[in-house]
């Protein structure tokens, strides 16, 4: 008879979470996602599989993390077909409500990201990063993982959440699964399916201007080249310091550039490690 595959349990409060945790023999890694689970995410929890023995996935839209006339609302939550993803990939999918969360409504106490969290992304999002922070601490207290996963394509939220670690000292080690490039270069993200044929062409630039800086061009002579790039409006292109995020010299390694641009209607990021 052929093996079957153990299906996945669903649990929606802490303290059944806290239970299976408990009963969970050898490592164990958490996948921390808001849901609307696409292959990205699938690509983080086969990660998750080859290191650890266990795969926990959480799956919770956070309100702290979107500000006033963010889509918080409107953000799409289909348990279901999340469930119908990742069935018999994980061991546990952690769905909590609203309430289950946050039992007493928006918490006193926050994570403070500071000057991490106010630069680059945060500038157009006040407050954001600081939710992300609060409810990353609650999520690894709550799984207690070996490793937890996340995409590089958010290069500043891993950032911050590695120095939310370090700095709090959870006994916890950040992982973060490398952007998916196309062939032309280009990152895999969803909103690229926003793009028309010629913006997707002219997309290419952001990445270019990150290829550029690794080159050892200046950033000065990146952005320029960027700027001047047909259907491309920049929003920055710097090259930060990866543990502080603080501005370095473009030829300073290791760093990390990274790129924020609208190409049409569509405002993509993008980024790369740039080694020495
Ligand atoms: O990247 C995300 O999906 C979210 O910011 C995270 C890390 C799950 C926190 O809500």
Redesign the pocket.
């Given at each position: 008879m052929p093996e079957s595959t153990p299906r996945t349990t669903l649990v929606t409060t802490k303290s059944a979470l806290r239970e299976h945790r408990a009963a969970m023999d050898g490592t164990v890694a958490a996948v921390?996602?808001?849901g609307s689970l696409h292959a990205g995410h699938l690509a983080l929890v086969e990660r998750a599989r080859e290191l650890a023995d266990h795969v926990i996935l959480?799956d919770?839209v956070?309100p702290l993390?979107f500000g006033p006339g963010e889509d918080y609302e409107a953000y799409p939550r289909d348990l279901e077909a999340d469930l119908a993803l990742v069935d018999g990939l994980v061991d546990l999918v952690f769905a909590p409500g609203v309430e289950e969360m946050y039992p007493g409504g928006t918490p006193r106490v926050w994570v403070r990201t500071g000057e991490m969290g106010s630069v680059l992304e945060g500038t157009s999002r006040p407050g954001h990063f600081d939710g992300?922070a609060t409810?990353?601490t609650k999520?690894l207290s709550l799984v207690r993982p070996d490793h937890a996963y996340?995409?590089q394509k958010?290069a500043q939220?891993v950032a911050i959440?590695r120095r939310v670690v370090s700095d709090l000292d959870l006994p916890v080690d950040i992982v973060s699964a490398p952007i998916v490039r196309a062939a032309d270069g280009v990152a895999e993200s969803s909103r690229n399916a926003r793009l028309s044929a010629a913006e997707r062409e002219q997309a290419v630039a952001l990445s270019q201007a990150l290829f550029a800086l690794q080159d050892g061009a200046s950033r000065e002579k990146a952005e320029a080249q960027l700027a001047s790039s047909p259907g491309v409006t920049v929003d920055y292109l710097t090259v930060v310091d990866p543990a502080t995020l603080e501005p370095v010299d473009a030829q300073h390694r290791p760093a990390l550039a990274l790129v924020a641009a609208h190409v049409g209607p569509v405002r993509l990021i993008d980024n790369l490690v740039l080694e020495a």
């Amino acid at each position: 008879m052929p093996e079957s595959t153990p299906r996945t349990t669903l649990v929606t409060t802490k303290s059944a979470l806290r239970e299976h945790r408990a009963a969970m023999d050898g490592t164990v890694a958490a996948v921390l996602t808001m849901g609307s689970l696409h292959a990205g995410h699938l690509a983080l929890v086969e990660r998750a599989r080859e290191l650890a023995d266990h795969v926990i996935l959480t799956d919770f839209v956070n309100p702290l993390q979107f500000g006033p006339g963010e889509d918080y609302e409107a953000y799409p939550r289909d348990l279901e077909a999340d469930l119908a993803l990742v069935d018999g990939l994980v061991d546990l999918v952690f769905a909590p409500g609203v309430e289950e969360m946050y039992p007493g409504g928006t918490p006193r106490v926050w994570v403070r990201t500071g000057e991490m969290g106010s630069v680059l992304e945060g500038t157009s999002r006040p407050g954001h990063f600081d939710g992300v922070a609060t409810v990353v601490t609650k999520l690894l207290s709550l799984v207690r993982p070996d490793h937890a996963y996340f995409g590089q394509k958010d290069a500043q939220q891993v950032a911050i959440l590695r120095r939310v670690v370090s700095d709090l000292d959870l006994p916890v080690d950040i992982v973060s699964a490398p952007i998916v490039r196309a062939a032309d270069g280009v990152a895999e993200s969803s909103r690229n399916a926003r793009l028309s044929a010629a913006e997707r062409e002219q997309a290419v630039a952001l990445s270019q201007a990150l290829f550029a800086l690794q080159d050892g061009a200046s950033r000065e002579k990146a952005e320029a080249q960027l700027a001047s790039s047909p259907g491309v409006t920049v929003d920055y292109l710097t090259v930060v310091d990866p543990a502080t995020l603080e501005p370095v010299d473009a030829q300073h390694r290791p760093a990390l550039a990274l790129v924020a641009a609208h190409v049409g209607p569509v405002r993509l990021i993008d980024n790369l490690v740039l080694e020495a």
